[in-house]
T-cell receptor
Framework: KAGVTQTPRYLIKTRGQQVTLSCSPI?????VSWYQQTPGQGLQFLFE???????NKGNFPGRFSGRQFSNSRSEMNVSTLELGDSALYLC???????????????FGPGTRLTVL | AQKITQTQPGMFVQEKEAVTLDCTYD???????LFWYKQPSSGEMIFLIY????DEQNATEGRYSLNFQKARKSANLVISASQLGDSAMYFC????????????WGAGTKLIIKP
């Protein structure tokens, strides 16, 4: 089975621009979660999508949004970029059963976003 | 209060030695899951091992084992016979009902294996 893929792997943008990141989950997985990782804040949960619906949301401003398509692929959008948005954005997929014990998340390689 | 605490920001270990990475957690739930992930410098987060709160046996996966002490609320990762490729950041994470099933992450431990 192919793993989680994320595109692009690297991105350089300037302040005020917007960006869209893409994530393709493992075949058969219906849940996609997005995380932001920075040296100062560590791993922070952005949101989770399951069957095209946002199921959970972290504590990020409305500039961060996402969506999921019928094939479970997901996109994340950040509008009006700020310098502090520079980070590694990780996508994780799981079967989405939501069970405590078996719903292991598998991660993609990440998209490294630099905002200048 | 921190839900997941990893007290070792960094560790140096000689190749072929065993290494224990510490993780303590805080939860009032009876049912929860504990996960360990490895993140090499390339950035990808790699799932290593899982332990459920009701599992009586410590989880093992190849060279990885989890020393689960429920009463002490600790879930330490043990890597036997360390290899140079084990050099990476290691994260402990927990899923509980109170957190709406979302993973709660520790700050990580940077492990460097010396040849």
């Amino acid at each position: 089975k192919a793993g989680v893929t994320q595109t692009p792997r690297y991105l350089i943008k300037t302040r005020g621009q917007q960006v869209t990141l893409s994530c393709s989950p493992i075949s058969g997985h219906r849940s996609v979660s997005w995380y932001q990782q920075t040296p100062g804040q560590g791993l922070q949960f952005l949101f989770e999508y399951f069957s095209e619906t946002q199921r959970n949301k972290g504590n990020f401003p409305g500039r961060f949004s996402g969506r999921q398509f019928s094939n479970s692929r997901s996109e994340m959008n950040v509008s009006t970029l700020e310098l502090g948005d520079s980070a590694l954005y990780l996508c994780a997929s799981s079967d989405g059963s939501g069970t405590l014990h078996t719903d292991t998340q598998y991660f993609g390689p990440g998209t490294r976003l630099t905002v200048l | 209060a921190q839900k997941i605490t990893q007290t070792q920001p960094g560790m140096f270990v000689q190749e072929k030695e065993a290494v224990t990475l510490d993780c303590t957690y805080d939860t009032s739930d009876q049912s929860y899951g504990l996960f360990w992930y490895k993140q090499p410098s390339s950035g990808e987060m790699i799932f290593l091992i899982y332990q459920g709160s009701y599992d009586e046996q410590n989880a093992t996966e190849g060279r990885y084992s989890l020393n689960f002490q429920k009463a002490r609320k600790s879930a330490n990762l043990v890597i036997s016979a360390s290899q140079l490729g084990d050099s990476a950041m290691y994260f402990c994470a927990m899923r509980e009902i109170d957190s709406n099933y979302q993973l709660i992450w520790g700050a990580g431990t940077k492990l460097i294996i010396k040849p």
